[in-house]
Every structure is written in structure tokens, then in C-alpha cells.
């Protein structure tokens, strides 16, 4: 974690690369959450009580047939494009971690990684990792769609948030669900690794990060949460700053949007909001390059 730490915060670029893969693999909505207005239940069911309805009983109109169909198809597509743009980002971002932990004496020179496997095998091994937690939600998809409607039907609290309340009802199962990503994470992680250095195939390399994980768990789930870890501390507190002060900007704005004081308040907001931004970018090449030098060999002499 400490040549992790020196390696990327003496290289800009490694944060760019770190967060275009934060943000393919879905950071885009953890870095949105500030202005996100989360649906209400009540607004949910307005919106898709009635094609629901004719869902269940049989009748589907063709227009919620079309919309099923369009809906599924982009979210295919993507899919497949953040794994594709996480695959490459996550390549580039090795490449950039072995030269400069070369170039900082922390680990051996690793060789040219021109000829290595491509970005379309990286985003392979990466869609395998998620058929692990996949599997895991499906099995605990009967008890945590029960728990949620018999909160949404008869809610047993209307003053703590639903997702809350569900949390609070079945932590465990929750907890399974976040062990189970969090562990194949880390394996396809290595694997990615075996993959793009070695030389590896595809499916030796998924193997061989899983076998790595078993092998010497203490080093690679630690590097997974210290990982976490720092991508929280760099990231956490300028989101919570942004949310926070959102309020306050909708306020300048409804009031004084063309006043010196609503644009001052709304270029603050933004300031804070790309710092937020920067920091997730500098945390993520931090976990990404603690992995990055769990498998490489240290110079020698």
C-alpha cells in the first residue's frame, strides 16, 4: 500500500486512467449521488402500477412490450461498453503502475505489455467475476423482494428510509451479497494481473486469481480493503460536502439564479463536486495499484 500510494500520487495520469475505469464500472452514479432525486415509492407505483398490472395479468400492451425489449437491449449494450472501457482503463492502468514502481526502485521491470492480451479478454475475465455475486443475489432475491414489498405494502416505520429498514431486517443476506462481490473482485482483480503479465488465457487466469486468493488471503483481501478503504477516505467526505451544500445551491438558484451571489454559490458547488471528482480518480488508481504490486517481484539486489 505504501509503494502503492508513492507510485500514484507522483502520477496524474494514473489517476485519469483509474478513474475513467471507476466511472465505466459504474462510479458515475456513486459520483452523482449529490444531485440524484431518488424515486418514492408512491411515484414508482404511478408510473408503473398500470403496465405492471397488465404484465402480471397476462395482457401486455405493445407498447410496455416495446419498452421491455428497448430497455433490455441498452442495458445490454450498457453493459458491455463499461466493460469493454473498465478493461482498457484497467490495462493502461498496470502498464502505468509496473514503470513507475521500475522507475522508483519497488519492483523489477516488468516486460513490454504490447504483445500481452487485449482489452477484449480483460473485459471477458471481468465479466466472469460477476456470475459469483449474480448467483448469490439470485438465491437471496425471494427473501429480499419479500422483506421489500411488505415494507413498501405495510411499512412497520414511515420515518427511517426504506433502505433502511430492509437493511435492518436482513443484514446478513445483505452481507453475503457484499462478501461475495467484494471476494470476486479480488480474484478477477489477480486475475486481470496473471492475465495481461503473464500472458496467461483467459480462463487459466480467472482460475489462477481465485487460487491466489486461497493461497494467501491475508495480502490480497487486505489489499482489497485498504483499497476500499482509500477510495472512501479520498472520496467520501467531498461527496458528503457536495450533498450537504446541493441544498443550499437549489436555494441560490430558485432566488437569485442571475445574481453575482447564485452564480458564486452554484461555481463553489462545482468546485467542490470535480474535487470530488479528482479524489475518486486519485483513490481508485491507489486500490488499483495495490494490486498491481501484490504480484510483482520486488528488484533485485
Known amino acids: 500500500m505504501a509503494a502503492a500510494i508513492a507510485v500514484t500520487l507522483a502520477r496524474p495520469a494514473t489517476w485519469v486512467v483509474a478513474l475513467a475505469g471507476l466511472l465505466a464500472g459504474g462510479g458515475v452514479i456513486v459520483l452523482a449521488w449529490p444531485i440524484l432525486v431518488l424515486p418514492t415509492p408512491s411515484g414508482l407505483q404511478n408510473l408503473l ?34 466493460l469493454v472501457a473498465g478493461a482498457w482503463a484497467e490495462r ?5 503502475v ?26 471477458v475475465l471481468r465479466a466472469l467475476a460477476l456470475v459469483p455475486p449474480l448467483v448469490v443475489f439470485a438465491l437471496a432475491w425471494p427473501t429480499l423482494y419479500s422483506v421489500t414489498y411488505h415494507e413498501l405494502i405495510l411499512p412497520d416505520d414511515l420515518v427511517t428510509p426504506l433502505p ?9 443476506l445483505l452481507a453475503a451479497i457484499g462478501i461475495a462481490w467484494l471476494l470476486a473482485d479480488a480474484a ?13 488465457r483467459v480462463a487459466a487466469a480467472w482460475a489462477l486469481g481465485w487460487a491466489d486468493l486461497a493461497r494467501r488471503p491475508h495480502r490480497i483481501i487486505a489489499a482489497a480493503l485498504l483499497g476500499d478503504l482509500a477510495l472512501i477516505a479520498t472520496t467520501g467526505p467531498a461527496l458528503v460536502a457536495a450533498a450537504l451544500a446541493w441544498a443550499r445551491v437549489r436555494e ?5 439564479a442571475d445574481s453575482p451571489i447564485g452564480i458564486a454559490v452554484a461555481a463553489l458547488w462545482v468546485a ?10 486519485v483513490g481508485a488508481a491507489i ?6 504490486l501484490e504480484g510483482a517481484r520486488p528488484p533485485e539486489g
Open 164 to 172: 433502511l429498514r430492509v437493511l435492518a431486517q436482513v443484514p446478513l
Open 188 to 200: 478477477a482483480a489477480v486475475g486481470v494481473r496473471r492475465l495481461v503479465v503473464e500472458r496467461r
Open 252 to 256: 441560490a438558484l430558485e432566488t437569485a
Open 98 to 123: 509496473l514503470d513507475g514502481a521500475a522507475d522508483d526502485g519497488c519492483a523489477a521491470r516488468a516486460p513490454a505489455l504490447d504483445s500481452a492480451p487485449g482489452v477484449l479478454r480483460v473485459a
Open 92 to 96: 493502461r492502468g498496470i502498464a502505468l
Open 272 to 281: 467542490i463536486w470535480l474535487g470530488a471528482v479528482v479524489l475518486a480518480g
Open 287 to 292: 486500490r488499483a495499484a495495490a494490486f498491481t
Open 49 to 82: 402500477g398500470a403496465p405492471v398490472s397488465t404484465l402480471a395479468f397476462g395482457n401486455p400492451s405493445r407498447e410496455l412490450v416495446t419498452f421491455l425489449a428497448a430497455t433490455s437491449v441498452a442495458a445490454a449494450a450498457l453493459l458491455v461498453a463499461g
